[in-house]
C-alpha cells in the first residue's frame, strides 16, 4: 500500500488561507472515507475534517465554518481549504484513509502548518 501524501502547508498570518493537498492512490478511491487530522506540539492528534466517497462533509467544532474539506476522485487527492487561520491552527497535518475503526495507513511526515504574525 502507498501511503497519501500531503502537501500544502506554509507559513501564514492571522485570518489568512492555505489549501492542503492529500494525494492518494488505488482503484477504489472514490469508495474511501477520508479525514484530515492535525497535530500540534503537546497535544493528542485530532481529526478536523472527514468525508465519505458520497461526499458527505463533518468537522470539528473547532474548525467548521472556516475549513472546507473535498475531494477529486478523478485525481485520487483530498483537499482541505483553510480559511479565518487561527494560531491555534499551527500544527502538523495529515491524511488518512478512516474507512475502518483504525486509520489504514501509518502515518506519514504531514504538512506544517504555521500561523504566525
Given at each position: 500500500?502507498?501511503?497519501?501524501v500531503e502537501?500544502?502547508?506554509?507559513?501564514?498570518?492571522?485570518?489568512g488561507?492555505?489549501?492542503l493537498?492529500?494525494?492518494?492512490?488505488?482503484s477504489?478511491?472514490?469508495?474511501?472515507?477520508?479525514?484530515?487530522?492535525?497535530q500540534?506540539?503537546?497535544?493528542?492528534?485530532?481529526?478536523?475534517?472527514?468525508?465519505?466517497g458520497?461526499?458527505?462533509?463533518?468537522?470539528?467544532?473547532?474548525?467548521?465554518?472556516?475549513?472546507?474539506?473535498s475531494?477529486?476522485?478523478?485525481?485520487?487527492?483530498?483537499?482541505?481549504?483553510?480559511n479565518?487561520?487561527?494560531?491555534?491552527?499551527a500544527?502538523?497535518y495529515?491524511?488518512?484513509?478512516?474507512s475502518?475503526?483504525?486509520p489504514?495507513?501509518?502515518?506519514?511526515?504531514?504538512?506544517?502548518?504555521?500561523?504566525?504574525?
Amino acid at each position: 500500500q502507498v501511503q497519501p501524501v500531503e502537501s500544502g502547508g506554509g507559513l501564514v498570518q492571522p485570518g489568512g488561507s492555505l489549501r492542503l493537498s492529500c494525494a492518494a492512490s488505488g482503484s477504489i478511491f472514490r469508495l474511501r472515507y477520508w479525514g484530515w487530522y492535525r497535530q500540534a506540539p503537546g497535544k493528542q492528534r485530532e481529526l478536523v475534517a472527514s468525508i465519505t466517497g458520497g461526499g458527505t462533509t463533518n468537522y470539528a467544532g473547532s474548525v467548521k465554518g472556516r475549513f472546507t474539506i473535498s475531494r477529486d476522485n478523478t485525481k485520487n487527492t483530498v483537499y482541505l481549504q483553510m480559511n479565518s487561520l487561527k494560531p491555534e491552527d499551527a500544527a502538523v497535518y495529515y491524511c488518512n484513509d478512516r474507512s475502518g475503526l483504525a486509520p489504514r495507513y501509518d502515518w506519514g511526515q504531514g504538512t506544517q502548518v504555521t500561523v504566525s504574525s
